[in-house]
Structure formats: C-alpha cells, structure tokens
C-alpha cells in the first residue's frame, strides 16, 4: 500500500508530476520544425503554369495581328498565306501552352483534397474536383486544336490546303472546337471560382476567385469569337491568361504546403 506522505518522484507519470525549472527553459529554447512551404512539384507546377499563360497570351495576339477572319470562303487561302507567320506563332503557342498546363491540375487537385484530410469530413464540395476534371479535359482538346490548326501552314506529305473548300472546313471545325473548349473552360473556372470563397478553396484568396469569375464570364463571350471581335476576344484571353498565372503562382510560391 502506498504512503500518503510519500511523494512522487520526478519523471514519474501522472498527474502532478513536477517538471524541473530547467527542463521547462530548454524545452521553451528548442526551436519548432516548421513544415516545408513548398515542395518542388509544386513549384514546378507553378512555374510551368505561368509558361502556360505567357504562351496563350502571345497565341491570342497573334491571332488579334493577324486580323478579323474572312466571311468569304474565296478569301481564305490567300488570308492564310498573308498571315502564315501569325498562324505558325499561335499554332506553335496553342500546343505547348496547353501541354505546359498539365503539370497545374494534379496539384489543384491535391487542393481540392486537402481540407477532407484535415477535416475528415469527406471532401470538399462536389463542384470544385468536377471543375479540376473540366480544366484537365480542356488540355487534350487544345491540343486537338493545334493539331487542326496546323493544317494551315503546316504541310503534311507536302499536302496542304488551299483551296477555298478545304480551307473552310479546316478553319469551320477549328472555331468549332474553340467554341466548344471556351465553353468547357468557362465552366471549370466558374466551379473553382466558387470553392474559392473565404481564402479556404483549392484556389484560396479573394483576387483569385474574383479574376476566375472574371475570366469564366471572358471565355463563355470567347466562345463567340465572330461576334465579339479582336479585341474583346483578345481581352477575355488576357483575362483567362492573368488567372493561369495568378493561380500557378498562388499554388506555386505564395503559400505553404
């Protein structure tokens, strides 16, 4: 049976344990580990990110120099050969910008799935992993564009088209796909935009959330290039061009991991 009066010895456990003055002082001196604030994918990922954008907003310009489309399909081949320097630049800046951004989805993805991890709760709203599944589906489709484009000024087997026909339906099922991949991307960035609310989404912070909304509201008016114009399709690239790059900085270098 244990003495009443006996007390504890130090190092015991329990509770009541006294912890010696000097223990407590180098426990307080011992400096806390602090997490890596990023890691190197993801910094990779940031700084492609931002290739990516560089890339689509010289695309954009030239197309914007190269001038307004022909509506007459007689007008064509000769539009393509005056402007087959444009054409290459963005052809050239379409493929590698789109393949440039495929190092981005994975780690908005991880965003996406951070706080479930935290939390346990189970994930975060369904829109926001949907959104990052459309922004992955757009890479494939520009690079089916590129690829369409290409036709243009590229010849293949010394094959190229140059006469009104075929010119028309190359540039037909190429504002076809724009239009379709616009409307895509709209979407995506409208459902990440809406998981970005208080600095907790995957794509945290006020300015980015606002520049997604922002660039969603450009790309679905983008979808319509022939009615639009130069300029403003120019200006609804520019945008969705700043929120690829304030997102690939912001996931990037700007916060921790």
């Known amino acids: 049976m244990t003495n009443p009066d006996e007390q ?3 190092g015991s456990v329990g ?3 006294p912890v010696p003055e000097d223990e407590t002082a180098a ?5 806390t580990e602090k997490p890596p604030v990023h890691d190197r994918a993801d910094r990779t990922a940031g700084a492609l990110a931002i290739g990516s954008a ?3 907003l010289i695309k954009a310009t030239a197309e914007f120099l190269g001038g307004a489309l022909p509506t007459d399909a007689a007008l064509l081949p000769a539009w393509c050969t005056e402007n087959a320097t444009y054409l290459m630049i963005a052809d050239e800046c379409l ?4 393949a440039l951004l495929v190092p981005l989805i994975p780690v908005i993805y991880k965003d996406c799935l951070r706080p479930a991890a935290a939390t346990g709760r189970g994930g975060r709203r369904p829109w926001a992993t949907f959104g990052c599944g459309l922004l992955a589906a757009t890479v494939p489709l520009n690079l089916g564009l590129g690829l ?3 036709r243009l000024v590229y010849p293949a087997y010394g094959l ?3 006469d009104p026909p075929s010119v028309a339906l190359v540039m037909s099922m190429y504002y076809g796909g724009v239009h379709e991949v616009a409307l895509v991307t709209a979407a995506a960035l409208a459902m990440l935009s809406l998981d970005s609310d208080g600095g907790s989404g995957p794509l945290g912070g006020r300015l980015v959330r606002g520049l997604g909304i922002t660039a969603a509201l450009g790309q679905a008016a983008a979808s319509f290039p022939w009615l639009i114009g130069l300029e403003a399709t120019l200006a609804c690239q520019a945008a969705l061009a ?3 790059a304030l997102a690939g900085w912001h996931l990037g270098f700007s916060r921790g991991n």
């Open 27 to 31: 426990a307080a001196a011992e400096p």
């Open 148 to 150: 369409v484009h290409g």
């Open 95 to 98: 493929v590698i910008g789109a």
């Open 54 to 56: 560089s890339l689509l």
């Open 242 to 244: 700043s929120w690829i």
């Open 8 to 10: 504890p010895l130090l």
């Open 15 to 17: 509770e009541g344990v």
């Open 160 to 162: 190229l088209p140059r």
